[in-house]
């Protein structure tokens, strides 16, 4: 029988290493911020969103390309019911964390309310066919209610889940440790990669725990003021998932010993786990920050769109616009004309053939206009940001 104490530790024991990771962690992140113009940052997280979606669908085993999550997002869905499901299943994850994204999350991120409203959000998007849940075992098929605990026992690989009827009290446990007041900032960004391997441990839902658990952890980065909207763990994560896998099942594991914490979980095993996942956050960050430097991303957009204007696919006077629109943020579209040099009509055409393309976007028919990133032009602009862009 599990109970409070079956889950402890719920931090590993301090140590120099994790004290130093989140101390760059948190350095790095804001220095990143900071540099960022806050209008750029805008068109980043929405990159970001996409991005986040599709690693941590591909942790799930689900390859939807970023092509076919920009088509969702535009409401463009494929006829095969198996890729539609999967693109409805991307919008969905897209739209929760934008609502996480824009602080309209109802309830605290450390709450049970709170954990049940994101597998709530997430799985209410869902198509009925994905809320099918089938017991490999038994082949028992059991329909999933958005935001409902799990109501019966279940086995993850090696870990038997707890018994529906601790879950509650222990997501209450969970969230009055992590949240503790005495806790220093240091300790609760030591938390974030100890509570997401505390959340699977506990396994709340029938299905989705690892997307809810990784909504979990960009909600709770978010809420230390990281700054995560700007990277994706998820990205991290992808990248290494068999270490990823590997250790989320290893920090499952009793005590090994006396010298092994005084918990009835090894406490190695979580300090491990939660090294791996700062390390993670920390390499994405840096990998970000060095992608989006503004002089190198301005050398690699107006090479970018030379070609495009020697292959005739863009206007001449393209780059003076993409330039202001990465310098600046935004800018009216009464500049067009200046920024160009030509008379306002060629420069609307200009302006217009950028618009059409989607390297610079607008809210309105007369709004300011921004930097655009669509799919097609990713590689070129941010390379490596996915391991293929088809």
Same mark, same amino acid.
């Given at each position: 029988?599990?109970?409070?104490?079956?889950?402890?530790?719920?931090?590993?024991?301090?140590?120099?290493?994790?004290?130093?990771?989140?101390?760059?962690?948190?350095?790095?992140?804001?220095?990143?911020?900071?540099?960022?113009?806050?209008?750029?940052?805008?068109?980043?997280?929405?990159?970001?969103?996409?991005?986040?979606?599709?690693?941590?669908?591909?942790?799930?085993?689900?390859?939807?390309?970023?092509?076919?999550?920009?088509?969702?997002?535009?409401?463009?869905?494929?006829?095969?019911?198996?890729?539609? #499901?999967?693109?409805?299943?991307?919008?969905?994850?897209?739209?929760?964390?934008?609502?996480?994204?824009?602080?309209?999350?109802?309830?605290?991120?450390?709450?049970?309310?709170?954990?049940?409203?994101?597998?709530?959000? !997430?799985?209410?998007?869902?198509?009925?066919?994905?809320?099918?849940?089938? #017991?490999?075992?038994?082949?028992?098929?059991?329909?999933?209610?958005?935001?409902?605990?799990?109501?019966?026992?279940?086995?993850?690989?090696?870990?038997?889940?707890?018994?529906?009827?601790?879950?509650?009290?222990?997501?209450?446990?969970?969230?009055?440790?992590?949240?503790?007041?005495?806790?220093?900032?240091?300790?609760?960004?030591?938390?974030?990669?100890?509570?997401?391997?505390?959340?699977?441990?506990?396994?709340?839902?029938?299905?989705? #725990?690892?997307?809810?658990?990784?909504?979990?952890?960009?909600?709770?980065?978010?809420?230390?003021?990281?700054?995560?909207?700007?990277?994706?763990?998820?990205?991290?994560?992808?990248? #290494?998932?068999?270490?990823?896998?590997?250790?989320?099942?290893?920090?499952?594991?009793?005590?090994?010993?006396?010298?092994?914490?005084?918990?009835?979980?090894?406490?190695?095993?979580?300090?491990?786990?939660?090294? !791996?996942?700062?390390?993670?956050?920390?390499?994405?960050?840096?990998?970000?920050?060095?992608?989006?430097?503004?002089?190198?991303?301005?050398?690699?957009?107006?090479?970018?769109?030379?070609?495009?204007?020697?292959?005739?696919?863009?206007?001449?006077?393209?780059?003076?616009?993409?330039?202001?629109?990465?310098?600046?943020?935004? !800018?009216?579209?009464?500049?067009?004309?200046?920024?160009?040099?030509?008379?306002?009509?060629?420069?609307?055409?200009?302006?217009?053939?950028?618009?059409?393309?989607?390297?610079?976007?607008?809210?309105?028919?007369?709004?300011?206009?921004?930097?655009?990133?669509?799919?097609?032009?990713?590689?070129?602009?941010?390379?490596?940001?996915?391991?293929?862009?088809?």
């Amino acid at each position: 029988m599990v109970t409070l104490a079956s889950m402890e530790p719920l931090l590993p024991d301090s140590s120099r290493e994790l004290e130093d990771l989140a101390i760059e962690l948190t350095s790095v992140a804001s220095r990143f911020a900071a540099r960022l113009h806050p209008i750029m940052r805008a068109s980043v997280g929405d990159l970001v969103r996409s991005m986040n979606c599709y690693y941590s669908n591909l942790i799930e085993g689900h390859n939807t390309l970023p092509i076919d999550i920009d088509r969702a997002m535009a409401g463009d869905f494929a006829r095969e019911p198996e890729k539609r #499901n999967l693109q409805l299943e991307a919008r969905a994850h897209i739209e929760v964390q934008q609502l996480i994204d824009r602080g309209e999350m109802p309830y605290p991120v450390l709450s049970l309310d709170g954990i049940c409203w994101l597998h709530g959000e !997430f799985c209410r998007r869902l198509p009925d066919d994905l809320l099918l849940v089938r #017991n490999p075992d038994t082949g028992e098929e059991i329909i999933m209610v958005p935001g409902q605990l799990r109501t019966r026992h279940v086995k993850v690989g090696e870990h038997i889940a707890p018994e529906p009827e601790m879950i509650e009290p222990l997501l209450a446990r969970f969230a009055e440790a992590y949240s503790f007041k005495m806790l220093s900032k240091l300790q609760k960004i030591v938390g974030v990669g100890a509570s997401h391997h505390r959340l699977a441990w506990i396994h709340p839902f029938f299905d989705g #725990n690892g997307r809810v658990s990784r909504l979990f952890s960009h909600a709770l980065l978010r809420d230390l003021g990281i700054g995560s909207g700007l990277w994706s763990v998820s990205r991290g994560l992808a990248r #290494n998932v068999s270490d990823y896998k590997r250790l989320l099942s290893q920090a499952d594991q009793p005590r090994r010993g006396d010298l092994d914490g005084r918990g009835n979980l090894t406490e190695a095993g979580l300090a491990e786990f939660t090294a !791996f996942f700062l390390s993670c956050c920390l390499d994405q960050v840096t990998f970000m920050e060095e992608l989006l430097k503004p002089e190198e991303l301005l050398n690699r957009v107006e090479v970018w769109c030379n070609e495009e204007v020697q292959m005739q696919r863009l206007p001449k006077g393209s780059w003076p616009l993409l330039r202001e629109a990465i310098l600046t943020g935004e !800018f009216a579209r009464s500049q067009a004309q200046a920024l160009t040099g030509y008379q306002e009509r060629q420069a609307r055409t200009v302006l217009s053939s950028l618009l059409d393309c989607g390297v610079l976007t607008s809210p309105s028919s007369k709004g300011k206009v921004r930097l655009g990133f669509p799919v097609d032009i990713i590689e070129r602009w941010l390379p490596r940001l996915y391991p293929a862009v088809r």
